[in-house]
């Protein structure tokens, strides 16, 4: 049995707000569920898993754990004794994990080596928490989210979660930094090369890129800083050369054909944007430089509007600049104190300290939807439920989520969803700011010119309502243009199917840098999006940033624009590969035996 047999809807990619990689993306409004934005109450059950044979109830569970809802604690809190029996995987279970090391969702008992023996055909006990903890004592230093082999004995394991699915249980202990998080040294789990999937060929995405056949240094170009900036397809540099042979104009403002034709471009890609984010409308998205730019508009606009002494704005250790530095420049001018949420050693935010610092004078909660430096996907419906929860009004910086998996802002339930067109294979100098529309709609506007106004006197003006409002002066229409092409072209591709074969892809580059002696990956959350950040044992970042590069490696070395996180974890840079559907094995490959290079010759 693989993955792909167990119980539709129980499975698939699922980070918060993302739509599970199984699903069919209808990017038409959805309608909004009660529960985006109060939590529900789900009483924790007794798990019963027999008829599932250890690989499969470890894949499940891995899958389970991703879903935005899963509660995840310790078993010995729960309290509870794991039985056999049938099962839907929609319940409760306890699933041996070792922090880490995200897990391989793609196996497949074809996957398993030749050499373990099948397992055989009656169901495996479930071991007691007594007898787990026992076997993780004696076995301390194991493989991360390592998953047991047909007819292997019961793993060795550090970590037991109980996994609840569905609405998120108040009742249930939230905080992650529970669970158990010994330091291993992680060992290369069991993961096989991500094969062309049916019907997903990275190698003939690859030929869409002109880019990637340059050479650099003599050779072949491997393209790793893909969280920086993607590349873009053949599709997209089109688009711009066609804007420009034959539309190119000023919009909105004249009557003649190139007027028109330039409008209606800009305009259909604005519709574009909406769809892909699951927007109701496309009055819903406001063009803008990129996220930096959206954040910046809400922080002055909305945050002038309704920030003020005594209020508190809520982050998380995660965020890049973009979303740490507007919100000081906001307190500073207003008297509103930033609050920090932390994370626990894996990168992964604290939820219980998280509600521990929500309130009514909480005005914001602002979070990355994944963290640019470690590649956490965050919970981001579960916090923006409990933002709401106190009144907050919330931003989820989408700016390393968008290419990596399908979002739906409206299961979201954010205010304001906020991404940039040039990390999702568009131009740069054009990106997006979602928002609910009678948030903008109250927001005032954040620049004065043409374009946003209705009428003009001396004594007073008047605005547009959103989007315009906040679209003073003439904007980056071919590239809003180039940024409609590019989402068209990844809708075609296959959103879900892209970011399946990434997560493989990501699981294969983690346990091939983990072969790599004295390296160490920043950032082990089982739930992470194509970012590893790494340190090497001995050698500076940029030392390692150049090396790589004359061996025609692009990967980045430096603080991200993420320094606080990085000084959370004691560093002031890491290499960060990050990853895109066009990246290959052989990519991964490169950029290992470099390394091993690096390392053995100190
Ligand atoms: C998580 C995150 N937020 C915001 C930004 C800022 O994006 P931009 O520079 O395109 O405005 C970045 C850029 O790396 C990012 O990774």
Known sequence: MSTSDLPVGSLGLTPAGALPASASVDRSPAPVSPQASTAGVAPVQTPSFAGWDLVTLAQAMMD???DPNAQVFPAAKAGVTPTVSPSSISEPAIVATTPGVSPSAGLSKSDVPAQVPSVPSTPAAAPSPGAIDAIASQEPSVDFFRIPLLGESVPVATSYFLVQTGAPNPDAPSDISLVETKEVTPVSPAVNKPLRQAGFDP????REFPILNERVHGRRLVWLDNAATTQKPQTVIDRLSYFYAHENSNIHRAAHTLAARATDAYEKARATVARFLGASSAQDIVFVRG?????????????????????EIVITHLEHHANIVPWQQLCAKTGARLLIAPVNDRGEVILEAYGKLLCPRT????????????????????MVAMAHAVGACTLVDGAQAVAHFPVNVRALDSDFYVFSGHKIYAPTGIGALYGKPEVLNSMPPW?????????VTFERTTYHPAPARFEAGTGNIADAVGLGAALDWLDNLGHERAAAYEHELLNYATAELCKVPGLTIIGTSPCKAGVISFVLAGHKTEELGSA?????????SGHHCAQPILRRFGLEATVRAS????NVCEDIDTLVAALKRLSAHG
């Open 291 to 311: 996220a930096t730019e959206a954040i910046n508009l809400v922080a002055q606009a909305w945050g002038g509007q309704f920030v003020s002494a005594g209020d």
């Open 447 to 455: 620049q004065g010119g043409g374009n946003m106004i209705k009428d």
């Open 548 to 556: 790589l590069d004359r061996e025609g490696i692009a990967v980045r």
């Open 363 to 382: 005005k914001m909660v602002a979070l990355t939807h994944v963290s640019n430096a470690l590649g956490t996907i965050t919970p981001a419906q579960q």
């Open 203 to 206: 190698y003939a995405v690859r």
């Open 64 to 66: 389970v754990a991703r």
């Open 579 to 582: 990853l895109a559907p066009y």
